[in-house]
Structures are given as C-alpha cells and as structure tokens.
C-alpha cells in the first residue's frame, strides 16, 4: 500500500480512546515553557492588576485586529456590558441582536436597562439576516449588535448601510471569532466597538476569566478604560459609576504568549474543516449533514465545528457520541427567546424558525488544532455508525496530513 493512502480505523469506534470535544492540555504542553516563564516573570515583579504587561497585550491584540486601540476587562461578557455603557444605551433602547448565540450577547443588554430586539439567522451561516435587520428598526433602536457566531463573521457591509442609514453604532460581538476576517479585514474593526472573550476554551484562551474590547474611536476608548476601574479619571476622582472590570496580568502574561500562535492554531483548525469535508464525502455522510459554509468573503476561524443533521437525529447522534467517548456538544439548544427569563419581551414559539431549527439540527464536533487525523477519523466513523451508515471503512489517500495519535 502506497504511503499516501491511509485505511480508516477498521476497530469498532467503542474500541478506541476517547476523543474530546476539545483537549486544552496538548495546546499546553506545546508552549508551557514559555507559558511559565511569563508567569514567573509577572510573580516576581508582585504587579497582578493593569500595569504594562497587560498594556502590551492590548497593544498587541489592537495590532492584530489592525484596530487603533485594545482595552482589557474581566470577561467577555463585561466587554459587552462596557460597550453598552460607554455608547450610552441604557432603559427603554432598543439593542438589535440574534437569538441563535449565548446567553450573555442578550444578558448584556437587559443588563444596563436595554431592551434585546431579536431578529432571525441565516440559515446558512447562523450569523443575523441583514435584511431582518433594517425591517426591525424603529425610534427607539440605539444599536445593532451581530455575532460572528462559531467564528465566521457576519455579514457586515449589508449592517453598515443599516447603520450609517439610522445613525447606529454596531457592537461586533467577537467572542468566538478572533482571528476571523470579512474581506480581508479582522474582526475587531468590523463595528463601532468590538468584544471578545478569553474564556479557556475559545479558540485564544486564558487560564480563566478574560475579555478585550477593540476600537478606533479615541473618545471610546477613554470612556471604556474608565469605566472598566468605576469611572475613576484617577486620585480617587469619579465622574461617572462604572464596573470593576479589569484584565489582571497573569492572564496577560498567558495570552500574549498564546496569541503568537494564534495564526498557526486558525490554520489547522481550517485545515481540519477541509478534512472533515473529505471524511464525510467518503463515509457518504453529505446526505445526512449540512456542513458549515465558509462564506467566499471570509475567512472561518472555526471556533466551533457545526454540523446540522438531517432527519430529526441530532439527540440521537449526541446521545450516541457521547456514550462511545466521543466529544460533542449542542450550541445551543434553547434559542434566547424561548428562555424564562426573557418572557416578558413577548416571543412565542415559532417567532423565529431559522433560529429554532439550528437549535434543534446543530452539533459541534472536536475541531482543535491538536486534533490530528487519527481521532478525526474515529469522530467520522462514530457518526456514521449513529447515524446508521454502515458500509465497509473506504481507504482513502490524505497526502501530507499528521497521523496523530490519538
């Protein structure tokens, strides 16, 4: 057999190690040198809370989003509420945002007072329909907020003609999608003000809690770095409330380590897109699955691998993955309008279908940088199996691809 061509695994999936959804001891163990070195070097100088070190970081996450300015917070979810807060929205604004993401793209917004305006996906990309957007503005819409879900962003020029026709910032809610471009630009300098989250398992992530907003705007920038430290000018002098929200050094120290691979780690998690492709061809899955769509336009970061399965099985597959080891997860299964919590705002049940049927589809699959090929295949052929696809493994030639062990 030529070296080139490589059998799939002919072991029964159950029979094979586990895979995780996502394995943040391997990314680790590749930089922990360094990792530790900029740890020390924060321990011995005793200066945990702002000073330089985090002052360098944002410097250098400005200079990849190619944004003016990079400000640091506690997390990605203080990010948003600081936007709000210094483009002044509070009670009684309207916020325009999607139901199909996390909680705290909508928390954010009730949480300064606001109120969310939800609008449906596109069923495609998972990201706000633009033109659902310009139908839901009214007199009292004070901001778009889109979500580059997953990490592909959204669609931005149809929003910046909302924006600029009603005078609205664009809050980009980037927590997923550093590292992800819309023709040829970054996410970070897409909106007004971006927000993006450090949380362990994004795709740049801390050793904890962690968040940077990223603006062009000098006079925003002023306001969010005084806001995150209670709206002090310095010597003890408030001249507005704000939050204690800062991004402490440590994991400074970390991320900017990390961020210097950031490039490499985006690449292989597109080049294991383009894989899973090959894999669900050969395994003759494309029939059962609709799998994400990187749109020409962008570059995916792939914070997520979502797929949609077809014929009602998704808890099927989920329930079955998950008892062969094999990591998945749903994001997410309750769309935002449907949630207790935001009853008040009126929506029902089939307000926004789109919405209601990713959540219902939609399973992600390990997709990190480390992954290699071999638990690749193991999470291609198990999904077969839940799937009821059971013809013979094919063999399949995958030059110049790591054959790592699982």
Partial sequence: ????????????????????????????????????????????????????????????????CDARHGIGCASGTDALILALMALGIGPG???????????????????????????????????????AVEAAVTSRTRAVMPVHLFGQCADMEPLWRTAVRHNLPIIEDAAQAIGATYRGRQAGVLGTIACFSFFPTKNLGGAGDGGMLTTDDEDLAARLRRLRVHGDVGRYEHIEVGLNSRLDALQAAILSVKLTRLADWTAARQANARRYEELFREYGLLERLVLPQAQTDCGHAFNQYCVRVRSGQRDEALARLTAQQVGCAVYYPKPLHLQTCFADLGYREGAFPESERAAAETLALPIYAELGIIRQERVVQSLAEALGVRSAAPVISLPNMSRKAA
Wanted: proline residues 10%.
């Fill in 93 to 131: 604004d309207e916020v325009i945002t999607t139901p199909y993401t996390f909680f705290a793209t909508a928390s954010s917004i009730h949480r300064v007072g606001g109120r969310p305006v939800f609008v449906d996906i596109d069923p495609a990309t998972y990201n706000l329909d633009p033109a």
């Fill in 1 to 64: 057999m030529s070296p080139d061509i490589l059998p799939l695994s002919a072991a029964p999936a159950s029979a094979a190690p586990p895979v995780p959804l996502i394995d943040l001891v391997e990314q680790y163990e590749s930089i922990s040198t360094e990792v530790l070195a900029a740890v020390q070097q924060v321990l011995t100088t005793q200066r945990f809370i702002l000073g330089e070190g985090v002052a360098a970081f944002e410097r250098q996450v400005a200079a990849f």
